[in-house]
């Protein structure tokens, strides 16, 4: 089993619709949890970090369920601006001394139509 | 300013040559890692810096030497590359230690080996 498993897309949706990301990890010792948000041929950009009691950021919504290993990503009223990739990213907690490793998942293409 | 930047931004290289890439980071930040991304797939971890000290090697080639001469800056030497190590080489940043620090990456230097 993948440490971060995400479905890869594409999510073709229309502007102004509702989309949702799903993804679910290994390692029940994880410890932090981020969606970053990467165009093509740029860097992964951070978009939101995820709590265990959600957290919204205007448009984008992010909920973490630690019992069921589960992160999702909520979208509301889809602008094409948000076509990217969807990175679901796992801080697996203290790694090699005072640093943590970050693992990502393979992530998930968006395409917004107008 | 959640700003990391890096030199040159694209790099053509012959297998027989030495090139170095440059990274730099004005955030107080003391762990600093390199990234190497192939197209269409997650970035994936070489080494990570913590308070100018190497911590994390990933089981990287020798071609691949990192340096961190400062708090703030990190290279990465190449020498005898191959083909295949042509990719995307991202460089990022965060705070040490804790579990919900967020990392902060550059805009890549897109590498190819002739």
């Known amino acids: 089993r993948k440490e971060v498993e995400q479905d890869p897309g594409p999510f073709n949706v229309p502007e102004g619709a509702t989309v949702a990301f799903n993804c679910t990890y290994s390692n029940s010792a994880s410890q932090s949890f981020f969606w970053y948000r990467q165009d093509c041929r740029k860097e992964p950009k951070l978009l939101m970090s995820v709590y265990s009691s959600g957290n919204e950021d205007g448009r984008f919504t992010a909920q973490l369920n630690r019992a069921s290993q589960y992160i999702s990503l909520l979208i509301r009223d889809s602008k094409l601006s948000d076509s990217a990739t969807y990175l679901c990213?796992?801080?697996?907690?203290?790694?090699?001394?005072?640093?943590?490793?970050?693992?990502f998942g393979t992530g998930t293409l968006l395409a917004v139509q107008p | 300013d959640t700003e990391v930047t890096q030199t040159p931004k694209h790099l053509v290289m012959g297998m027989t040559n030495k090139k170095s890439l440059k990274c730099e980071q004005h955030?107080?930040?003391?762990?600093m890692y390199w990234y190497k991304q192939k197209a269409k797939k997650p970035p994936e971890l070489m080494f990570v810096y913590s308070y100018e000290k190497l911590s994390i090697n990933e089981s990287v080639p020798s071609r691949f030497s990192p340096e961190c001469p400062n708090s703030s800056l990190l290279n990465l030497h190449l020498h005898a590359l191959q083909p295949e190590d042509s990719a995307l080489y991202l460089c990022a940043s965060s705070q040490v230690g804790g579990t919900s620090y967020e990392q902060y990456f550059g805009p890549g230097t897109r590498l190819t080996v002739t």
């Open positions: 955030m107080g930040h003391r762990a």
């Open positions: 990213v796992v801080n697996m907690g203290n790694y090699g001394g005072a640093t943590n490793k970050l693992i």
